[in-house]
Structures are given as structure tokens and as C-alpha cells.
């Protein structure tokens, strides 16, 4: 997977809390698997954590390849799970991009054909 530079790539901030050590970690390596399974390429992220009462939320801005940026967010009981789940969210949104351009190219590559 290409990436343009491995630990400037991706940003965690914590906003009003303290993030373990094994946060940021966890974060580069999800989003690092999540972004190569379907696109190959992360040019940037930056992942934010934030507490909302005695819940915890993430938001994640991801770009890759000349997609416009994506954004998930979610709200959990800890770090780690919310981190969790905006990051599902994040692997469906690209997932579903994914299948757009290849239905896209399908279509040309048909009409294309029949042309």
C-alpha cells in the first residue's frame, strides 16, 4: 500500500481528555488495513476524541486516493469502542464508493462495447 508518509499521514487528537499509548497505535493500524483493503492509498486522516458526559466520541476524517474526504463519527462507552465504531462506518463508506466506481466503469466499459 502506498502511503505518503507513514506516522504524518494520519493525526490522533484528544480534546479535554488524556489518550492511552496504545490509542494511537490501534488507530494507525485500522486505518491503515481499512483504507488498503479498498483503495490502497491513504493520503491523510486525522481522528479525534472527545468526551460527551460520561460517554466518548470519535470522529474521523479520511481521505483516499481523489475521493472527497470522509467522515464518520460515533459515541461509546470508552475510546477504543468508539474508535471501533466509526471505523466500521468508515469500511462501509469506502466499501460502497468502491462498488459505485465499479459500476461505473461496467456501465462505460459496456456502452463502450455496444458503440
Known amino acids: 500500500m502506498k502511503q505518503n508518509g507513514a506516522n504524518a499521514a494520519i493525526k490522533v487528537k484528544g480534546r479535554n481528555i488524556e489518550l492511552d499509548e496504545a490509542l494511537p497505535s490501534k488507530v494507525q493500524e485500522g486505518l491503515l488495513h481499512v483504507a488498503g483493503s479498498h483503495f490502497g492509498s491513504l493520503n ?6 472527545g468526551r460527551d458526559g460520561h ?3 470519535c ?4 481521505q483516499v486516493g ?3 474526504m470522509i467522515i464518520a463519527e460515533a459515541v461509546a462507552g470508552d475510546c477504543h469502542q468508539a474508535f471501533d465504531q466509526a471505523l466500521g462506518k468508515i469500511g462501509r463508506q469506502l466499501h ?6 465499479e459500476d ?4 462505460q466499459a459496456s456502452v463502450s462495447a455496444t458503440a
Do not use: C, E, P
Open 44 to 49: 491523510h486522516a486525522t481522528v479525534g476524541f
Open 55 to 57: 460517554s466518548y466520541s
Open 59 to 62: 470522529i474521523i476524517n479520511l
Open 66 to 68: 481523489t475521493l472527497k
Open 96 to 101: 460502497r464508493r468502491r462498488q459505485r466506481m
Open 104 to 107: 461505473r466503469s461496467r456501465d
